[in-house]
């Protein structure tokens, strides 16, 4: 079975500040792993997705996250936070092979202030 | 860009009745979905739909459940007999190629009564 655990509901940062939102997943098969996020009042939004090509993956507004395989994480990163970056933002994790459902974690709502 | 569509934003209903919560996908898709995220919880997987029949469902997904695309645009999501923990919200997801780049709609929320 597969699952991922994001650490902490809720995450504050100030703007400008480093941005870091851990994610850790468990999966007995190489995975693809995934960020969504979902502003309010809208459906998730894809951020990026690792599907075992770089370890290091860019995603749409300046985010990124690394895939490391000893660390089972999958965290997701942004150097300088933006007040439009306050929103909710959801890790998940599929397995690599053919037609799977995505497993998502908890969610962790990340707070910009100015 | 294209979107996911999901009615209505807001459903609320008595314990017993039935729902039927509606999507229509991206009209180029292949796969869809169901998800459902309780106020506080993880979004949860309940079903996925590919070639006019179920491909996977969830211990979530009994016998209450179904799902049925009945034009070639719509993707419904049935409750038969509603109970208090189905109040949640629902999201409908749409791919070409599974769930590697799944869209998902802004969701709808159930509250039961």
């Known amino acids: 079975a597969q699952s991922v655990t994001q650490l902490g509901s809720h995450v504050s940062v100030s703007e400008g500040a480093l941005v870091l939102l851990r994610c850790n997943y468990s999966?007995?098969?190489?995975?693809?792993l995934f960020w969504y996020v979902q502003y309010p009042n809208q459906g998730l939004q894809l951020l990026l997705k690792y599907t075992s090509a770089a370890t290091l993956v860019k995603g749409i507004n300046g985010f990124e996250a690394e895939f490391k395989k000893s660390e089972t994480s999958f965290h997701l990163t942004k150097p300088s936070a933006h007040m439009s970056d306050a929103a909710e933002y959801f890790c998940?994790?599929?397995?690599?092979?053919?037609?799977?459902?995505?497993?998502f974690g908890t969610g962790t709502r990340l707070l910009v202030s100015p | 860009e294209p979107e996911v569509t999901q009615t209505p934003s807001h459903q609320v209903t008595q314990m017993g009745q039935e729902v039927i919560l509606r999507c229509v996908p991206i009209?180029?898709?292949?796969?869809f979905y169901w998800y459902r995220q309780i106020l506080g919880q993880k979004v949860e997987f309940l079903v996925s739909f590919y070639n006019n029949e179920i491909s996977e469902k969830s211990e979530i997904f009994d016998d209450q459940f179904s799902v049925e695309r009945p034009d070639g645009s719509n993707f419904t999501l049935k409750i038969r007999s509603t109970k208090l923990e189905d109040s949640a919200m629902y999201f409908c997801a749409s791919s070409v190629v599974g769930p590697e780049k799944l869209f998902f709609g802004s969701g709808t929320q159930l509250s039961v009564l």
């Open positions: 999966s007995s098969v190489p995975p693809y």
């Open positions: 009209s180029n898709h292949l796969y």
């Open positions: 998940a994790v599929t397995m690599n092979t053919g037609f799977q459902k995505l497993v």
